[in-house]
């Protein structure tokens, strides 16, 4: 399982963009990237997944190099309630074994 | 998208007692399920993979014989935490696998108090 590197805290405000970047340089050919978001107390959220180039859709978009080694997850304009945990996962998605394994996250406080 | 509910969403239970979670996938069939567990600020570990109709596979360090999982059907899997001690005291999520393209579902998680 490619392992994958994100900053442990991030802080912004209301109204900015927020651009977080995950690092997964073993990732392997038939994996995908996948982002989470988790409020307290409750299951993880999926926002979005891609394989290369660009992914948006209604919430967030998805930066993917063409190497594959990282990638950013970009919220525009945040606000209070985007205060929450977000979580980069890779792995091959299609392959039956394919276990979702979490690492620390990074914990977004947006301020007003 | 698909739903995977977990009953009960909270549970207060006495040292020494048992407490069985239940994960359900509402509309689609689950043909994996997994049982994560979650501390304070801590992110989700992973506990163990069950297909259903077979036995759990456990991560190393998740004590089987504590943590009964059962996945007897497609659409249910659970978790029974016996003989309960207070470092039981967790968030305990499960999440459900189905389809062809191996899409991953949560469930909103249970809060497990053992005192």
């Known amino acids: 399982l490619a392992k994958t590197t994100q900053p442990i805290s991030m802080d912004s405000y209301e109204g900015q963009e927020v651009n977080i970047t995950c690092s997964h340089n073993?990732?392997?050919?038939?994996?995908?990237i996948t982002w989470y978001q988790q409020f307290p107390s409750q299951g993880p959220r999926f926002i979005i997944q891609?394989?290369?180039t660009k992914v948006t859709n209604e919430v967030a978009s998805l930066f993917i190099p063409a190497d594959r080694k990282s990638s950013t997850l970009s919220l525009p304009r945040v606000s209070l309630s985007d205060t929450a945990v977000y979580y980069c996962l890779v792995g091959d998605k299609s392959g039956g074994s394919y276990i979702p394994t979490f690492g620390r996250g990074t914990s977004l406080i947006v301020h007003p | 998208g698909a739903v995977v509910s977990q009953h009960p969403s909270w549970v207060i239970c006495k040292s020494g007692t048992s407490v069985k979670i239940e994960c359900r996938s509402l509309?689609?069939?689950?043909?994996?399920m997994f049982w994560y567990r979650q501390f304070p600020k801590q992110s989700l570990m992973l506990m163990a993979t069950s297909n259903e109709g077979s036995k759990a596979t456990y991560e190393q360090g998740v004590e089987k014989d504590k943590f009964l999982i059962n996945h007897a059907s497609l659409t249910l899997s659970t978790l029974t935490v016996t003989s309960a001690h207070p470092e039981d005291s967790s968030f305990y999520i499960c999440s459900a696998r189905g389809g062809g393209l191996g899409e991953q579902y949560f469930g909103p998680g249970t809060r497990l108090t053992v005192t």
């Open positions: 509309d689609f069939q689950a043909t994996t």
């Open positions: 073993n990732i392997a050919t038939n994996d995908y």
């Open positions: 891609g394989y290369k």
